[in-house]
DNA sequence: CAGTGGCCCTGAGCGC
DNA sequence: TGCGCTCAGGGCCACT
C-alpha cells in the first residue's frame, strides 16, 4: 500500500497533534514482521517527540524526560495508521495500539508485513541496520543528478529494479517508480548504468515530480489506503500507466503494456519509454 | 559481491 | 455458493 507519500501523509496526520503527549499504555496484537523488543510497561509514561519519516520508516522519539529511544514503524504492503481521539478497541487486523495522553494511534495491517520496532536511538541497532540501506530521501537539495548517475552507474539489474530497491533514492515503490519512468521516458527494462547523466537529471525531475505531485493529491488510494485522519488519497485518478494495461498512454495513446520484473509488476509505454 | 528468487501473511477478485 | 488460483502499494535474507 504505502508508497513515501502515503508514509508521508500519514506521519503529518498525526505528527502535530501527539507531539508533548504521554504514552499511557501500548497493546500489541498479533506479531508482526519483528518483535517490538520492549515492553509496553517500560514505555509507560514517556512524553512522545515530533514523529518523523526516512524513507518508507516513521520514526516516533520517546523521552521520559530523558531520551528513552524510539518507535519504529513500518506500514509493509497493507498497513496504515490511524489517529483517534480515544483508544480503540483492537479489530482484528490490528496489531498496535499508542495509546496517549493525547489521542491514539492504532495501526491496522492485515499482511502483517509491516513493523513496530522499539530501538533505543535512530542510529543505534536495531533502527541502525533497519535504515543503513537506504538511498537519499528525494527531496533532499543534496541530491542531484551527478549522485543519481553514480549510484545507478555499473549496475546491471533493470532500472525499475534499480529504483525499488531504494539504495540510491527511497520512496518509489511499484505505482510511483512505473509513473516516474514514464514520465522520464525511459524503458523499464533499460540495465541501471544505461542511465547517463542527462536521462539520470530527467528521472530525479521525474521522481521528484511524482511524489511530489502524488504528496498534493494526498496519495493513492488503491484498495484501502485513508491518511491517519481517514482521508482518501486522489492521486489513483492522476496515474498515467500504473495499473492500465491495455489503456491508451496519455501522451501517445499506444497501448500501456504489463511486464513482470522481479516478481512484481511493471506498466509502461512501449512508445515513449525507450532503452 | 551483485543479482535473483523465496518468503513473511491475508484478502479480493475471477474463472470454472 | 464454493473452490482454487493469481495478484496485491514492501523489503529482508539465503543462495548463486
Same mark, same amino acid.
Given at each position: 500500500?504505502?508508497?513515501?507519500?502515503? &508514509?508521508?501523509?500519514?506521519?503529518?496526520?498525526?505528527? =502535530?497533534?501527539?507531539?508533548? #503527549?504521554?504514552?499511557?499504555?501500548?497493546?500489541?496484537?498479533?506479531?508482526?514482521?519483528?518483535?517490538?523488543?520492549?515492553?509496553?510497561?517500560?514505555?509507560?509514561?514517556?512524553?512522545?517527540?515530533?514523529?518523523?519519516?526516512?524513507?518508507?520508516?516513521?520514526?516516533?522519539?520517546? =523521552?521520559?524526560?530523558?531520551?528513552?529511544?524510539?518507535?519504529?514503524?513500518?506500514?509493509?504492503?497493507?498497513?496504515?495508521?490511524?489517529?483517534?481521539?480515544?483508544?480503540?478497541?483492537?479489530?482484528?487486523?490490528?496489531?498496535?495500539?499508542?495509546?496517549?495522553?493525547?489521542?491514539?494511534?492504532?495501526?491496522?495491517?492485515?499482511?502483517?508485513?509491516?513493523?513496530?520496532?522499539?530501538? $533505543?536511538?535512530? =542510529?543505534?541497532? $536495531?533502527?541502525?541496520?533497519?535504515?543503513?540501506?537506504?538511498?537519499?530521501? $528525494?527531496?533532499?537539495?543534496?541530491?542531484?543528478?551527478?549522485?543519481?548517475?553514480?549510484?545507478?552507474?555499473?549496475?546491471?539489474?533493470?532500472?525499475?529494479?534499480?529504483?525499488?530497491?531504494?539504495?540510491? &533514492?527511497?520512496?518509489?515503490?511499484?505505482?510511483?517508480?512505473?509513473?516516474?519512468?514514464?514520465?522520464?521516458?525511459?524503458?523499464?527494462?533499460?540495465?541501471?548504468?544505461?542511465?547517463?547523466?542527462?536521462?539520470?537529471?530527467?528521472?530525479?525531475?521525474?521522481?521528484?515530480?511524482?511524489?511530489?505531485?502524488?504528496?498534493?493529491?494526498?496519495?493513492?488510494?488503491?484498495?484501502?489506503?485513508?491518511?491517519?485522519?481517514?482521508?482518501?488519497?486522489?492521486?489513483?485518478?492522476?496515474? #498515467? &500507466?500504473?495499473?492500465?494495461?491495455?489503456?491508451?498512454?496519455?501522451?501517445? %495513446?499506444? #497501448? &500501456?503494456?504489463?511486464?513482470?520484473?522481479?516478481? %512484481?509488476?511493471?506498466?509502461?509505454? $512501449?512508445?515513449?519509454?525507450?532503452?
Amino acid at each position: 500500500m504505502p508508497e513515501l507519500p502515503e &508514509v508521508e501523509i500519514t506521519r503529518q496526520g498525526f505528527a =502535530d497533534a501527539l507531539q508533548g #503527549a504521554r504514552l499511557l499504555d501500548l497493546r500489541l496484537g498479533k506479531p508482526l514482521r519483528w518483535p517490538l523488543g520492549v515492553s509496553a510497561k517500560a514505555l509507560q509514561g514517556a512524553r512522545l517527540g515530533l514523529a518523523c519519516r526516512r524513507g518508507k520508516y516513521i520514526w516516533l522519539p520517546l =523521552d521520559r524526560p530523558e531520551p528513552l529511544g524510539g518507535l519504529l514503524l513500518h506500514l509493509g504492503m497493507s498497513g496504515s495508521l490511524a489517529f483517534t481521539p480515544e483508544p480503540q478497541v483492537l479489530g482484528p487486523h490490528q496489531h498496535l495500539a499508542i495509546d496517549t495522553s493525547q489521542g491514539c494511534l492504532t495501526l491496522t495491517d492485515p499482511r502483517r508485513f509491516g513493523a513496530a520496532v522499539w530501538s $533505543p536511538a535512530l =542510529d543505534a541497532s $536495531p533502527a541502525r541496520e533497519l535504515l543503513a540501506r537506504l538511498g537519499a530521501e $528525494p527531496f533532499d537539495p543534496a541530491l542531484d543528478a551527478r549522485t543519481l548517475h553514480a549510484g545507478l552507474k555499473g549496475r546491471r539489474v533493470p532500472i525499475k529494479q534499480a529504483l525499488l530497491a531504494g539504495d540510491v &533514492v527511497v520512496g518509489a515503490g511499484n505505482i510511483y517508480a512505473c509513473e516516474a519512468l514514464w514520465q522520464a521516458g525511459i524503458h523499464p527494462a533499460t540495465p541501471a548504468a544505461r542511465v547517463g547523466p542527462a536521462r539520470a537529471e530527467r528521472l530525479l525531475g521525474a521522481v521528484r515530480a511524482v511524489l511530489s505531485d502524488a504528496l498534493a493529491a494526498g496519495g493513492s488510494t488503491l484498495r484501502d489506503f485513508s491518511s491517519s485522519l481517514g482521508a482518501i488519497g486522489r492521486y489513483q485518478s492522476l496515474v #498515467a &500507466v500504473y495499473g492500465r494495461e491495455g489503456e491508451p498512454c496519455p501522451r501517445c %495513446r499506444t #497501448a &500501456v503494456k504489463r511486464i513482470v520484473q522481479g516478481q %512484481r509488476s511493471t506498466f509502461f509505454c $512501449p512508445t515513449c519509454q525507450r532503452r
